[in-house]
């Protein structure tokens, strides 16, 4: 069996998870593609930090808030097909990479941002929780 979101995050604070209509309202602010395991993350838990493990902590952003971080960031400007959704509280950025059909989960640096520096971490979002996880052992 597959672990589950809140699996994944256990021991971090999650907000409540969203209904379609409002996660319908973040994708046309956005005016991007939001990949479908987000989109199911997104219905269970909205908001995510603390500790993953002992070693990775962990912010991801809640969704009304994601344009304004967005725009904070200058991401339009260094790197208009991201979506930042999150970061691991200091310079590394969790965006999901629109270029890639269904979306991609990468990190990014937050200063120096630009689509040449994005690291694939997956292609779903728990794989990428998965992931973060695995590297917290």
């Not at 971090?12 to 046309?28: A, F, Q, T």
């Not at 902590?57 to 097909?81: I, Q, R, S, T």
């Not at 969790?94 to 200063?111: H, M, N, Q």
Request: charged share 20%; proline share 4%; net charge negative.
């Amino acid at each position: 069996m597959l672990p589950t979101y809140k699996t994944l995050v256990e021991g971090c604070k999650m907000g409540e998870g969203m209904s379609v209509n409002s996660i319908d309202e973040v994708r046309k602010t956005l005016g991007k593609p939001l990949p479908n395991s987000y989109v199911e993350f997104l219905k269970e838990m909205n908001g995510v930090e603390g500790f993953i493990g002992s070693t990775v902590y962990l912010v991801l952003w809640p969704a009304d808030k994601l344009a304004a971080y967005n725009e904070m960031y200058g991401v339009c400007e260094f790197a208009p097909d991201l979506v930042l959704i999150g970061s691991d509280g200091g310079n590394t950025g969790y965006a999901i990479d629109t270029r890639v059909s269904g979306g991609e989960f990468a990190e990014v640096p937050l200063v120096g941002m630009s689509h040449d520096d994005t690291t694939k971490i997956s292609n779903t979002m728990s794989d990428f929780l998965a992931s973060l996880r695995a590297k917290a052992q």
